[in-house]
Structures are given as C-alpha cells and as structure tokens.
C-alpha cells in the first residue's frame, strides 16, 4: 500500500489562500508570525482569523521566532493555534519549561540543515518536540535567516536524519513540482513544506499548487 506523504503550505495569508490550499488537499497550512526575515509574514490576529476558517481535518501551525517559553505560550494564545513550529534552535530548557506549562500544545522543531552538524541536533531536542521540520536556513550566517529560502539543502543529511529519530520528520527547502518525486524517494519524509515555489506576485497560485500536489501523488505511489 502507498504511504501518503503530508502535504504542508506554508506562507498563508488569507482566507481566500487558505481555502485553495485546502480544496487542493493540504493537510497543513503554516501561518508565518512575525519575523526578522522571509516572507509571507502576517500578525497573530490573521493568523486566529484564519485558522478559525479551517476545517477540523486540517491543521493550521504558526511559524515563531520567540525563544523562551514565555513568549512562546504567548503567541499560542494570541493566534489561537496550538501547533507551533519553533524556527531558531532554541535552549531546550525552554522547550522543557514550554511543555510543563502548555502540555497541550503540538512543538515542532525546525532543524536548519547547514551540514553535518544537524544530526547531532536529534538528541538535543528529541525528547522535548512532537515532530521535526528540516529547513534551508542559515542561523550561523552574518545575516541570519529562518525559511523562506527557495533553496534545497543536501538531501543525504536528511536522509539519515530521518533514519535516526522516531519522530515524524517534514522536509522544507527549494521544494517544487519538478524535484519532489526525487525529494520524497530520497529522504522519505513524513510530510513536505513549501512556500516560495507555489506564489506568484506574493499570492498563492493555484496552478502551480495543482501540479505540485499531482507531483507529489506520484511520488507517493512509489512509497511502501
């Protein structure tokens, strides 16, 4: 039997967006907080219109850049959602604090593969997260960013980054039509995350969003 690979459109900003995305067959939509770089940004006050819009099969997740648990418990109840993908490689003490606090709230980490080192992040946060998200950022680089890039990363290191934990792993960075049958046969995913490839003139695009999803089916029929 195939397995179905997540669907997660990120860089949500409307209503209207989010409908489309659902009716394609997104299982997730991503609502980018505020953030010091990267589009598709809207406030927590968007982000509660939206996700009060979707249906119950599908999830909405706000993207922050907040690094304490405070701040972080914060922005869950100002949006109303509680799925947080946590976009810096926060102090897992944080996280600790976080998950003590607010048990209900769903934390995925996003680990930004600039090389080898990412694997070593598995058993920082392992224990502390429901899922992880393997993105192009460059938090080292003089000038700091966290998604949004439009760039793939090596795709052998999240390979063996999902081999090695028991968590559910999605794979961002560079993904589109014409590269995630090979993206999916290779790292093997639970779910994929894209933004930039699926809009035009800063607006979701339904065309392009149809081939992907169609790509994506495809791939999908490969997986056992």
């Known amino acids: 039997m195939a397995v179905r690979t997540r669907l997660k459109v990120c860089c949500i900003k409307s209503v209207g967006e989010a409908r489309m995305a659902v009716a394609a067959g997104a299982d997730i939509l991503g609502l980018v907080g505020p953030m010091p770089s990267g589009p598709g940004t809207i406030t927590y006050a968007q982000a509660r219109s939206i996700a009060a819009e979707l249906p119950d ?3 909405p997740w706000l993207l922050t850049s907040e690094t304490t648990a405070t701040t972080l418990a914060a922005a869950a109840e100002e949006s109303g959602v509680s799925n947080l993908q946590i ?21 995925v980490q996003v680990i930004h593969v600039e090389d080898e080192g990412a694997l ?15 993105d192009s950022g460059k938090p080292s680089a003089a000038i700091e960013t966290l998604g949004g890039t439009g760039d ?14 028991n968590k ?9 039509a014409g590269n995630v049958l090979d993206a999916v046969r290779r790292v093997r995913p ?11 003139e ?7 969003l149809q081939e992907f999803v169609q790509a994506l089916r495809l791939a999908d029929q490969e997986r056992t």
């Not at 793939?152 to 999902?162: E, M, N, P, Q």
């Open 57 to 59: 099969t599908v999830e």
């Open 87 to 107: 976009v810096r490689h926060l102090d897992p003490d944080e996280l600790e604090r976080l998950r003590s606090s607010r048990p209900e709230l769903n934390l």
């Open 120 to 134: 070593g992040l598995i058993s920082r946060y392992e224990r502390h997260i429901d899922a992880f998200l393997l």
């Open 152 to 165: 793939v990363h090596d795709w052998s290191i999240s390979a063996r980054f999902v081999a090695a934990t």
């Open 168 to 176: 559910p792993v999605m794979l961002a960075g560079g993904l589109k």
């Open 190 to 200: 639970y779910g994929v995350d894209l933004c930039s490839s699926l809009r035009q």
């Open 202 to 208: 800063d607006a979701l695009d339904a065309e392009l």
